[in-house]
């Protein structure tokens, strides 16, 4: 990314250490569900350094833990002993626990002030699903994430899915990566996001992916939209505590097609609709499923310049806002799937790609493990 400058009251060309437009995302599936190591979206994230400004890095990765496929993996921080007692109690109470351990980590020297980072694998008790009688396993796990991040001084759950996990920090990508050893990982997706804060601090917490069950999100851009896609997701029992845009896109893609059931398209057409000028000229059928849309999950609406890459169980779905104001490239080759804000970090990772192009706004590029791999 070029250096942005602008001209000060004295003329004076300086450079401006504000731009919006910043941040780095990147990913790619393997869709016939080859895995391979952390390193190569490390290299990739890594090209697009001067994206982010060292306030924020960090991955997702799944098929990363078949031992404990069936059970939910929880990533913690913690900031105190006692943040970590208070949770493990409530956890103890909701879930059996058949693995607890720190999340491995490397000592380096960029990488400072970090939580105590834990992890543990967990299947719900048989009492509280019986207690919970009406509800899913995953919404379950969804409600009792939220009471710890909402309730527990000190302590977050930043990821909470089967047989994947999220790792992030406070620091450049590269340098989060290789702090969590992610070449010692093997998946069959990977995502990573270079941060550049305009609205909100640089913490651990707040790092990208946000994740929720098995859904993580990276994100590049602003949300407008912000306040209202907030109060809609709370008449559903969304608790957006962490005020930033990507926690309202992980919940609307968890709502729309997790607890509505609806196609990713049409999640994806509901969340960045055509404008009303574009849909008046669309032929019958489809103006009237576009304007049902937008009248049934306006509360839903992302305004503002974004591109995010969204990743679930078997999945990955690239998307732009509407207008396609903020960059996003695809690229296929034999059985893989590429996304990333620039060109130069698909090629360094896949050379000569079969196919390589610029998505529309408001089109999702989506790419799905084959039915016939087995995830485990």
Known sequence: MQDVWREDRHRKWIRDEKDSSGCAIS????????????DAIIRSIESMHD????????????????????HYCLHLMYDTPQAQQVTEEFIA?????????PIPTRTLEV?????????????????????????TDDDIVAMQVMHINRAIDGAFVFSSGRNMGCFKGVGYPED????????????????????????????????????????AVVHNGE??????????????????TMHTDTEVIAYLFDLLIRKHALPIEVACLA????????????????????????AVYGGALLNGPFSVVVTFTGGMIGFNDRIKLRPMVAARKNHTLYVASEEAAIRLICDDPQQIWHPRGGEPVIGRLRQEVALA
């Open 271 to 294: 969340m960045a609709p055509p404008l009303w000028s574009e849909i008046e000229r669309m032929p019958d059928e489809q103006r009237d499923l576009v304007s049902m849309l937008r």
């Open 223 to 240: 949300v407008s939209s912000y306040g209202i896609n907030r109060r809609y997701l709370a008449n559903f029992g969304y608790h957006c």
């Open 27 to 38: 990913g790619f599936i393997h869709e016939d569900g080859r895995r391979e190591s952390g």
């Open 51 to 70: 994206r982010g400004n060292g306030l924020g890095g960090g991955f997702a990765a799944y098929g990363i833990y078949p031992q404990f496929a069936e």
């Open 93 to 101: 109470a909701s879930f059996d626990v058949a693995h607890s351990e």
């Open 176 to 215: 989060i990566g290789r702090f969590f050893r992610l070449e010692e990982y093997e998946a069959y997706m990977w995502t990573a996001h270079a941060r550049f804060p305009t609205n909100t601090t640089g913490w651990w917490g707040g790092a990208h992916p946000f994740g929720l069950l098995d859904w």
């Open 111 to 135: 990488i400072r002030r970090r939580p105590l980072l834990w992890r543990c694998f967990v299947t719900l008790k048989a009492e509280v699903r019986d207690r919970h009688y009406d509800l």
